[in-house]
């Protein structure tokens, strides 16, 4: 099955989930278990991993770290604009929030994200949706949490106010 996440991409947030896992006391080789990503891999940024890849750590964190509460949320508040590259600058270059989301979602397989944003105005407000189809059953509740707090992070980077939440539901 070919989901369209399924694409190379920065072992940037390999590296931001391997600090996230060494601060909880779980060692790089159990968080890089299977992977066939280094030490040295996530130390050069032009490094490119595949999603299976970065599945696979993230399920050898969930496992291993079960007993953290929020651990995706955890993970997400590492994701900031500047771990995006030339994505987070273009980004940043946006004059409003709207045509930063729009930026983002245009190029968005530059993300790391595996969850499938889907935005819609609707009367005052806007609702953005995370879709986790096509997530491992195991992984998405961490994937939905971490690719929700990093957008949240982008915003909070990139502008000086919060954007007012209404409403936050999950299944």
Do not use: C
């Amino acid at each position: 099955i070919m989901f369209e996440w399924d694409f190379v991409r920065s072992v940037t947030s390999m590296r931001l989930m391997a600090e996230l896992a060494a601060d909880h006391g779980m060692a790089l080789s159990a968080s890089l278990m299977g992977t066939g990503v280094t030490q040295k891999d996530l130390d050069d940024p032009s490094v490119i991993v595949t999603a299976q890849q970065e599945l696979r750590m993230i399920r050898n964190l969930v496992e291993q770290l079960h007993d953290v509460p929020a651990l995706g949320m955890l993970a997400g508040s590492r994701y900031h604009f500047t771990a995006f590259g030339s994505l987070g600058f273009a980004i940043v270059s946006s004059p409003t929030a709207r045509s930063a989301l729009d930026v983002a979602l245009g190029f968005f397989h530059l993300t790391f994200a595996f969850t499938h944003f889907k935005f819609m105005d609707a009367q005052e407000e806007s609702i953005l949706t995370l879709d986790d189809t096509g997530i491992p059953k195991d992984l998405q509740r961490f994937i939905v949490e971490r690719d929700l707090r990093a957008l949240i992070t982008v915003q909070r980077d990139l502008f000086s106010f919060n954007a007012p939440l209404k409403r936050l539901s999950f299944r």
